[in-house]
């Protein structure tokens, strides 16, 4: 008779969290997600065959969780709102745990090192960047506080310019103001995807 399983697929990712927030991305391994899940090696293998689709599973994970938050945040901001994307993603970076930290700048690590695992994350940013363009009252203005606010996270994600306090909400203020600014020369500048269809024949 098989053996019914103890643990979900979850409660395995749950387990890997644990390490990267404990030891970091670089100390991850299937037999170190064993011992924190109290299972065998076995067990993990059976879902996941290698490291990298541990941390591909891990990674997508956290990019569902993210969208989840910033769709979360775009319904209080009112859907119907041009500018409920950009100001969703700012109120993201605001709302950014501890947690979010360590576990990113974590698997940052892995990813630099592997094209595969970047992958998922180059597609949601790509994402992103188009909706900016078409949702946003200044497309140009939107893009320029998206990278603003990717930055500062970036920052303080990785701990070389903490801000606190009020300094901190006020340079997303300012982010926030910048978003619906529409740059000298934007227009001469139009994205890709209004490039191409003005040059379609």
């Known amino acids: 008779m098989a053996r019914h399983r103890t643990i979900t697929r979850d409660q395995v990712l749950d387990a890997a969290q644990a390490v990267v927030l404990r030891d970091g991305a670089g100390r991850l391994t299937l037999e170190a997600v064993a011992r924190q899940a109290g299972i065998s ?67 940052c690590a892995a990813m630099a090192q592997d094209a595969v695992l970047r992958r998922p994350v180059q597609d949601l940013f790509a994402a992103i960047i188009g909706d900016l363009r078409r949702t946003s009252a200044s497309p140009r203005g939107a893009l320029l506080a998206f990278l603003a606010t990717e930055g500062l996270a970036q920052l303080e994600m ?44």
């Open 41 to 107: 090696k076995a067990s993990v293998l059976y879902d996941f065959k290698s490291k990298q689709q541990l941390v591909g599973a891990l990674i997508a994970r956290d990019i569902d969780n993210h969208c989840r938050k910033i769709d979360d945040l775009k319904a209080r901001f009112g859907l119907s709102s041009p500018d409920a994307y950009i100001r969703a993603r700012i109120e993201g970076v605001r709302a950014l745990s501890e947690e979010d930290r360590t576990a990113t700048t974590s698997l």
């Open 158 to 201: 990785f701990g070389f310019q903490p801000w606190q306090g009020e300094e901190w909400d006020q340079l997303l203020a300012d982010i926030g103001w910048l978003s619906s600014q529409a740059p000298a020369g934007a227009q001469a500048h139009p994205p890709p995807a209004a490039a191409a269809e003005k040059n379609d024949p």
